[in-house]
């Protein structure tokens, strides 16, 4: 079972995991919460239906690894369409920002519960829910990853096969690589 997710009586998925791997899957997370930010915490007299409607970003962010995370839901092509795309991004990007958040969070908290030995594998147990969070940030963690190795099409990662050891991406390319394989694993689990 180790790094391959199974499912769990009543729901869920569990996933054997050694110290170096909880080590590095919470470092991951832990800086893909810092690329997403802390987000806005409404002041303590703020109007609850005002937060609900509360606008955010109109223009795509700098980033690219941000970019790919929250991409245009349009199309540039004319004016009408940046526009619609920058009205899109005003209405639903701090949600999806947070969801994002909420879900790393998941993650780092599940990882932080486990009491890892040195050469020994835990297990962890997840719950439906916990398992669609840890769905979200793997696939995160992968979009951010390919993004800073210029993977933009599935033919492009064949080439960090080849990639010779000395090659300063070998250490992305293989947690490219491995998240890979846990997402799949989850998402066959999930599925059966």
């Known amino acids: 079972m180790a790094g391959h997710f199974e499912a769990v009586p009543g729901g869920g998925a569990a996933v054997a995991l050694d110290e170096v791997e909880v080590s590095i899957l919470r470092s991951l997370t832990v800086q893909l919460l810092?690329?997403?930010?802390?987000?806005?915490?409404?002041?303590?007299?703020?109007?609850?239906l005002a937060a609900l409607f509360a606008e955010g970003p109109s223009k795509p962010p700098a980033d690219?690894?941000?970019?790919?995370?929250?991409?245009?839901?349009?199309?540039?092509?004319?004016e009408e369409l940046r526009a619609a795309a920058a009205d899109f991004r005003r209405?639903?990007?701090?949600?999806?920002?947070?969801?994002?958040?909420?879900?790393?969070?998941?993650?780092?908290?599940?990882?932080?519960?486990?009491?890892?030995?040195?050469?020994?594998s835990v297990l962890l147990k997840l719950t439906p829910d916990e398992s669609r969070a840890w769905?979200?940030?793997?696939?995160?963690?992968?979009?951010?990853?390919?993004?800073?190795?210029?993977?933009?099409?599935?033919?492009e990662s064949e080439r960090l096969y080849r990639l010779p050891?000395?090659?300063?991406?070998?250490?992305?390319?293989?947690?490219?690589?491995?998240?890979?394989?846990?997402?799949?694993?989850?998402?066959?689990?999930?599925?059966?």
């Open 34 to 48: 810092e690329l997403i930010g802390p987000g806005e915490e409404p002041e303590a007299d703020a109007d609850p």
């Open 64 to 78: 690219p690894a941000l970019r790919r995370l929250f991409p245009d839901a349009y199309g540039d092509d004319t």
């Open 91 to 120: 209405y639903t990007e701090n949600d999806l920002r947070a969801r994002k958040r909420e879900d790393a969070l998941v993650v780092v908290r599940a990882l932080d519960g486990l009491d890892t030995e040195p050469e020994e």
């Open 135 to 155: 769905l979200g940030t793997l696939n995160d963690l992968r979009l951010t990853i390919a993004t800073r190795l210029e993977i933009t099409e599935d033919e």
């Open 165 to 192: 050891d000395s090659d300063p991406r070998k250490p992305m390319v293989m947690a490219y690589l491995w998240l890979g394989a846990l997402q799949e694993s989850l998402i066959e689990t999930l599925m059966s």
